[in-house]
Structure formats: structure tokens, C-alpha cells
């Protein structure tokens, strides 16, 4: 049973910075990456941004790419989200996800959720 545990999230002002984290246990498989994914009250749960292993490549949603990091270690499985200048519009629920065999960039494509991190930007 693959496990994800997210930390890092929290009540931050705009403009601020937080760094997220996301440890992977239990795996069977090898792993093709992790991302984050957001969820703002009301919203539908969107990808933010993903990390494939193989070369460490990363990937962004467009309006996010500018202010937002992701990194990792797949032989430490774990990978972390770092997200600067943030905005009131970054408020929402951010959970890691894993892939078997892509990375999955729709919430209905995700094989394994974390619990999620709330992280609030207050103007």
C-alpha cells in the first residue's frame, strides 16, 4: 500500500514563500514521477506541478511556473514543492500524487493520493 505524507503547509502572507514536502512508503513498482496537485474551496483539484525520475525533468502548470519549484529524490522518494511570491489565489489543499507509468496531470489519472496540506495566503 503505497502511503503519501505531505508537510510544509500553513498560513502565509502574500508575497511569502513555503516550501512543501511529500515521502513516499510502501512502494511495490517503480515509480515514473510525483507532482502536486491544489484543490481551492469550491474548485476542481488541478495539477500544479510534476517531477519525472527519469532525468529529473520537471513540469509546470503554465500559470504557476514562474513562482513555483518542484525537486526530489527518487532513491529518498520524496520531492518537494517550493513556492515563492505567493498570491491569495494560491489558497487551497495541496496534495502529492505518484504515477506508475506517467505522470498524471488530471486528477482522475492519479493512482496514489497524500492527505493533502492546507496552505493559506492572507492579503
Known amino acids: 500500500q503505497v502511503r503519501l505524507v505531505e508537510t510544509g503547509g500553513g498560513l502565509v502572507q502574500t508575497g511569502g514563500s513555503l516550501s512543501l514536502s511529500c515521502t513516499a512508503s510502501?512502494?511495490?513498482?517503480?515509480?515514473?514521477?510525483m507532482g502536486w496537485f491544489r484543490q481551492a474551496p469550491g474548485q476542481d483539484r488541478e495539477f500544479v506541478a510534476g517531477?519525472?525520475?527519469?532525468?529529473?525533468?520537471?513540469y509546470y502548470r503554465d500559470s504557476v511556473k514562474d513562482r513555483f519549484t518542484i525537486s526530489g529524490n527518487n532513491a529518498k522518494n520524496t520531492v518537494n514543492l517550493r513556492i515563492n511570491n505567493l498570491r491569495t489565489e494560491d489558497t487551497a489543499v495541496y496534495y502529492c500524487?505518484?504515477?506508475?507509468?506517467?505522470?498524471?496531470?488530471?486528477?482522475?489519472?492519479?493512482?496514489?493520493w497524500g492527505q493533502g496540506t492546507p496552505v493559506t495566503v492572507s492579503s
Open positions: 500524487s505518484e504515477s506508475e507509468k506517467y505522470l498524471a496531470r488530471r486528477a482522475s489519472e492519479v493512482q496514489y
Open positions: 510502501g512502494r511495490t513498482f517503480r515509480s515514473y514521477g
Open positions: 517531477l519525472v525520475w527519469d532525468g529529473n525533468r520537471p
